[in-house]
Nanobody, 125 residues
Framework: QVQLVESGGGLVQAGGSLRLSCAAS????????MGWFRQAPGKEREFVAA????????YYADSVNGRFTISRDNAQNTVYLQMNSLKPEDTAVYYC??????????????????WGQGTQVTVSS
């Protein structure tokens, strides 16, 4: 079993930055592909960013490309999402997810097996 715990959310002004963390525990969680998704009120969950198990490949949604950076520290079993130049439309609950595959980048929610509880990000204008 794998457990994911997000942290780092909060309230920030437009143009500001936040760094989200997702700590993974469980069997060999450190080497699996992971991703970040978000869900705003009244909207469906959407893909934000993904990273392969060894960190060699990443992929971003067009809406965050150039502003957000996904990275991982497998020694710490943690994946990060550095969010810069935040906009009010980035306001959402952010979730990390894990799939027990290694050298892939996964962008669809249905392909992930484990999810965290989410962390709220609010960007004020």
């Amino acid at each position: 079993q794998v457990q994911l715990v997000e942290s780092g959310g909060g309230l920030v002004q437009a143009g500001g930055s936040l760094r989200l963390s997702c700590a993974a525990s469980g069997r060999t969680a450190s080497s699996y592909a992971m991703g970040w998704f978000r869900q705003a009120p009244g909207k469906e969950r959407e893909f934000v960013a993904a990273i392969s198990g060894r960190g060699g490949a990443t992929y971003y949604a067009d809406s965050v490309n150039g502003r957000f950076t996904i990275s991982r520290d497998n020694a710490q079993n943690t994946v990060y999402l550095q969010m810069n130049s935040l906009k009010p439309e980035d306001t959402a609950v952010y979730y990390c997810a894990l799939t027990p595959r290694i050298d892939v980048v996964v962008v669809t929610a249905e392909e992930y097996d484990y999810w965290g509880q989410g962390t709220q990000v609010t960007v004020s204008s």
